[in-house]
């Protein structure tokens, strides 16, 4: 079966322009989340949305926000990007909610120049 | 605030030999504890879960122990082979009342010497 397809894989944005990244989950996945990966902090749960619902939310600012649509794809958006918001964007899928059984996908890989 | 420290940070072993990484959790309410390995350029992959109510669990090569009492559990891959290097995430997490806190470790960096 195909996996979780994040798009795009590359994106190089300026400081103060906004980015949205997609994310596809596995057929029947209604649970889609996303995590900020860097090499300082490591893996950061973002936000969680269920049935187009968000059920959870990290400690990020509210630059970063989420959507889901009724066939499970879910969209990120980060406003007002900073140097810092550079990082892999990961989305992963499962099942039911609560992070069980995450698949993850490959990422997308976002440069703050 | 919680956290979930993992250790060693890189280990080298030499193929065919085992590896063992150790994570410790700090909030006690955690109960669900996976495993994930990531490789260059892909995203982080489940190889192997264990829920509180199990002290162990096995698959072929790879065993996860946990010990709630200690907090802590741990990662077991027997017989490693070259293709076992890449990167290991442990994480804990809590569900209560449909919301969950989901923390990783800090990864191991897992080299197998041919």
């Known amino acids: 079966k195909a996996g979780v397809t994040q798009t795009p894989r590359y994106l190089i944005k300026t400081r103060g322009q906004q980015v949205t990244l997609s994310c596809s989950p596995i057929?029947?996945?209604?649970?889609v989340s996303w995590y900020q990966q860097t090499p300082g902090q490591g893996l950061q749960f973002l936000f969680e949305?269920?049935?187009?619902?968000?059920?959870n939310k990290g400690n990020f600012p509210g630059r970063f926000s989420g959507r889901q649509f009724s066939n499970s794809r879910s969209e990120m958006n980060v406003s007002t990007l900073e140097l810092g918001d550079s990082a892999l964007y990961l989305c992963?899928?499962?099942?039911?909610?609560?992070?069980?059984?995450?698949?993850f996908g490959s990422g997308t890989r976002l440069t703050v120049v | 605030g919680e956290n979930v420290e993992q250790h060693p940070s890189t280990l080298s072993v030499q193929e065919g030999d085992s590896a063992v990484i150790k994570c410790t959790y700090s909030?006690?309410?955690?109960?669900?504890f996976p495993w994930y390995k990531q490789e260059l350029g892909k995203g982080p992959q489940l190889i192997i879960d264990?829920?509180?109510?199990?002290g162990e669990k096995k698959d072929q090569r790879i065993a996860v122990t946990l010990n709630k009492t200690a907090k802590h559990f741990s990662l077991h891959i027997t017989e490693t082979q070259p293709e076992d290097s890449a990167v290991y995430f442990c994480?804990?997490?809590?569900?209560?009342?449909?919301?969950?806190?989901?923390?990783f470790g800090t990864g191991t960096r897992l080299k197998v010497l041919a």
């Open positions: 992963a899928s499962s099942l039911e909610t609560g992070g069980y059984g995450y698949t």
């Open positions: 057929s029947g996945h209604r649970s």
């Open positions: 949305y269920f049935s187009e619902t968000q059920r």
């Open positions: 909030d006690s309410a955690s109960n669900y």
């Open positions: 264990i829920r509180s109510n199990v």
């Open positions: 994480a804990a997490s809590r569900e209560t009342s449909g919301t969950y806190k989901y923390i």
